[in-house]
């Protein structure tokens, strides 16, 4: 069975920190779809980046990156120079290669940032 | 282009009451989802549908029915609505040849059940 662990529940850095939302999955497919989505105070939920299992080039979106590690089934998302308009509740999600792309999510990281 | 459109924003209903959750996509997303977001808990799928005609249960799907009789619309029913099922519920649509694509969510329906 899939799972997704992120076991920060709260992160709070003051503004211009670097900061690192950790997430950990489990499945038994050996081709799987990892994705972070975040959401806002707002309440609406915005995709961020996806990650297929047999590409492990790490990717930077801006002040945005992600580590993906197969060894360790983790998919680290990392923000550079927080602001706070990065503070929201960060979801790391998995989506396996069967059953409509099933996906998800675990519990969330709420992130705040402090100006 | 509007994405996905939910309605109602927001509903009050008595416990055993009834009500439908309408959904609606216009990009021509193949996949729709129904997810409940209950406080600190994450996300978790309720039913989906892998196109018009066929539709599935996903991890919590007791209370609910859904339908696809379009490509667009996927409406989820609450039938003898209960008090556990308070929550926001969010739709969610991709698009899917071979690959997934990440989610469009709507802006959620927060029910309370009373």
């Known amino acids: 069975a899939q799972k997704v662990t992120q076991a920060q529940t709260e992160i709070s850095v003051v503004e211009k920190e670097d900061v690192t939302l950790d997430c950990v999955y489990e499945t038994r497919d050996t081709t799987y779809y990892l994705f972070w989505y975040k959401q806002p105070p707002s309440g609406e939920l915005v995709f961020l980046i996806r990650?297929?299992?047999?590409?492990?080039q790490n990717e930077i979106s801006g002040r945005y990156s992600w580590n993906f590690q197969k060894s360790t089934s983790s998919f680290n998302f990392t923000i550079t120079a927080s602001q706070v308009v990065d503070s929201a509740v960060y979801f790391c999600a998995l989506s396996e290669n069967t059953g409509g792309f099933k996906t998800i999510f675990g519990a969330g990281t709420r992130l705040f940032v402090k100006a | 282009n509007a994405g996905v459109t939910q309605t109602p924003k927001f509903r009050i209903l008595k416990i055993g009451q009834s009500m439908t959750l309408q959904c609606a996509q216009d990009?021509?997303?193949?996949?729709m989802y129904w997810y409940r977001q209950d406080p600190g808990m994450g996300l978790k799928l309720i039913y989906y549908s892998v196109g018009a005609g066929i539709t599935d249960k996903g991890e919590v799907p007791n209370g609910y029915n859904v339908s696809r009789s379009t490509t667009e619309d996927f409406p989820l029913r609450l039938e003898l609505a209960a008090p556990s099922q308070t929550s926001v519920y969010f739709c969610?649509?991709?698009?899917?040849?071979?690959?997934?694509?990440?989610?469009?969510f709507g802006s959620g329906t927060r029910l309370t059940v009373v």
């Open positions: 969610a649509s991709s698009f899917a040849q071979g690959v997934p694509d990440g989610y469009t």
């Open positions: 990009m021509n997303h193949n996949y």
């Open positions: 990650r297929n299992s047999f590409d492990e």
